[in-house]
């Protein structure tokens, strides 16, 4: 089996390469930075790390979705099964790469406000999150931002603004990825200098404070061959942030054909590269067990298989398989499946799923494996999950199996 080098040196570039179907990434936004007209916020202060009590840890788990904004047409905030689901975020908006404030397009107002009201009419409310960046959200832009303290204020001045003109209940950083040691000591100062605004702001309106999160990488350093070596700053984060989202998905795919792979596996009995080592690494950097949120995957990736008769994990392949560009969302596999008479496997090793038809191969998680993260997750005391993506999942089974493995 590959060593998964290659997937994750593509990785250290781009985590969500799915984000609007297979390595299409949404458009920039073509519009001026917002201008809420909500109260001001106060500025944020440049603090040393020493100057803040830690946020306290969440008081029960997150089960939580990203719902990718662009498929609205098809699936609305109206047509999440919202009983699945503590947090819903928002996905994405970007920067402004000169003024630094968040960008609110007309078409992103509109559904902010139908996206928010539909979580809060629930009983109970869903807390609605608003993520900013994705895989397609401008490195650059965020590193240009984060290295300077005035940089920094205007950012998170504007995030602050923007969540509470759209009556928002936190907000999300999506940052793929700090690319060295000296941009990720300046995302350590911007989530210091964040959190400390937000507890100023609650203090000084009376409203509730704003929670603070982060999509992050699977595990908490960079460490195959190829990267930079580099490790998140986890003391800052570990006081600043309400939890991280850890992405434990896309180990193998698309930018390697030579084999198939498990794109999400709990365990690889060959290497790192696995949801197990990501979470309990992060663990092991400081952040508390409660603040560590599992990724999970609604959505599959597909080799063409060089021999049919060869079909296990690490099977030699030639191509791509069905599916746009080697992805299929989780619905579309269970229909290929259905329809190609599939032979599905459930892999003890890794605790992944995967199928095959002819020379299709599909690698995906399903309420099998699922169900055994969640099991994991629980018994190393970690604070809950998200899927991406809120809509791929098919008639909500998964979502379903991982609201009631949570419950056991």
Same mark, same amino acid.
């Given at each position: ?18 984000? +609007?179907?297979? @390595?299409?990434?949404? !458009?920039? %936004? /073509?519009?001026? $930075? #917002? +201008?809420?007209? @909500?109260?001001?916020? !106060?500025? %944020? /202060?440049?603090? $040393? #790390? ?359």
């Amino acid at each position: 089996m590959a060593s998964g080098f290659i997937a994750f040196l593509i990785l250290t570039t781009s985590f969500f390469p799915f984000i +609007s179907r297979a @390595g299409a990434y949404r !458009p920039a %936004p /073509a519009a001026s $930075p #917002s +201008s809420p007209t @909500g109260p001001p916020v !106060p500025v %944020p /202060a440049c603090v $040393p #790390s020493a100057a803040m009590a830690p946020v306290p840890l969440p008081l029960s788990a997150i089960k939580a979705g990203y719902w990718p904004s662009w498929i609205n047409s098809t699936s609305p905030p109206s047509s999440i099964n919202l009983s699945y689901f503590t947090h819903i975020y928002y996905a994405f908006v970007e920067l402004d790469n000169t003024s630094f404030e968040l960008v609110v397009t007309p078409s992103d107002a509109g559904m902010l406000a139908d996206f928010t009201a539909t979580l809060h009419a629930h009983d109970p409310p869903i807390k609605a999150m608003l993520s900013i960046g994705g895989g397609g959200g401008g490195g650059d832009t965020f590193a240009n931002m984060a290295a300077d303290c005035s940089t920094r204020s205007a950012f998170i001045r504007s995030t602050i603004a923007v969540a509470r003109e759209y009556n928002l209940d936190g907000l999300d950083l999506d940052w793929e990825f700090p690319a060295n040691p000296e941009k990720m000591a300046s995302l350590g100062d911007l989530f210091m200098e964040w959190r400390d605004a937000i507890s100023r702001e609650a203090a000084e309106t009376g409203r509730p404070s704003l929670l603070l999160t982060s999509a992050v990488y699977f595990a908490s350093h960079f460490f195959l061959t190829g990267d930079t070596p580099r490790s998140y700053p986890a003391d800052q984060m570990a006081v600043s942030l309400d939890w991280i989202n850890a992405m434990c998905y896309d180990y193998h795919g698309s930018w390697d054909t030579s084999e198939t792979g498990a794109p999400a596996a709990l365990y690889d009995p060959n290497s790192n590269v696995s949801t197990s080592y990501g979470l309990t690494s992060w663990v092991e950097a400081g952040i508390p067990p409660t603040k560590v949120v599992m990724g999970l995957p609604l959505y599959g990736r597909t080799w063409k298989l060089k021999d049919p008769a060869d079909h296990g994990i690490g099977a030699p392949a030639v191509g791509l398989g069905p599916g746009t560009d080697g992805v299929m969302l989780y619905s579309e596999v269970v229909n290929f499946n259905t329809e190609n008479n599939a032979t599905q496997v459930d892999d003890e090793i890794t605790v992944s799923v995967y199928s095959y038809a002819g020379t299709s191969w599909i690698g995906y998680d399903n309420p099998w494996s699922v169900t055994r993260k969640i099991e994991f997750a629980q018994e190393h005391g970690l604070g809950g999950y998200f899927f991406w993506a809120v809509g791929y999942d098919k008639d909500w089974s998964i979502s379903r199996g991982a609201w009631d493995a949570w419950q056991s």
